[in-house]
């Protein structure tokens, strides 16, 4: 079993830059690649941004291309999402998810997920 703990979120004002971290603890031997979601009110939870395992393929939503920078960290067990120039559509609850394997897949191959943290951006 993998589980998994976000950090990171908070209140910002538009323009500003947050750093989430995803611990990975439990059967944390590889492959794995992760995922960022979020979730904003009244809206289906969406993929953000990917990772592989290698680190040799990435995915990010037309939303956030150019803002958002995923990254993970295999020997600290870490993922991490870099967001700049932060908006405020991009409020929502941010989770982090884990798929079995080496490549990104979409989000119903994702089976392991994080509580959540909350992202708010002012205008």
Sequence with gaps: QVQLGESGGGLVQTGGSLRLSCAVSGRTSG???MGWFRQA??????????ISWNVD???YADSVK??????R???KNLVYLQMNSLKPED???YY???KRGFGIGPQYTYNYWGQGTQVTVSS
Excluded: H, M, Q, W
Aim: glycine share 6%; proline share 6%; charged share 20%.
């Design 73 to 75: 960290d295999n020997a």
């Design 57 to 59: 393929s990435t995915y």
């Design 41 to 50: 009110p009244g809206k289906e939870r969406e993929l953000v941004a990917s």
């Design 31 to 33: 492959p794995y690649a």
């Design 96 to 98: 982090c998810a884990a």
């Design 66 to 71: 150019g803002r958002f920078t995923i990254s």
């Design 91 to 93: 409020t929502a609850v």
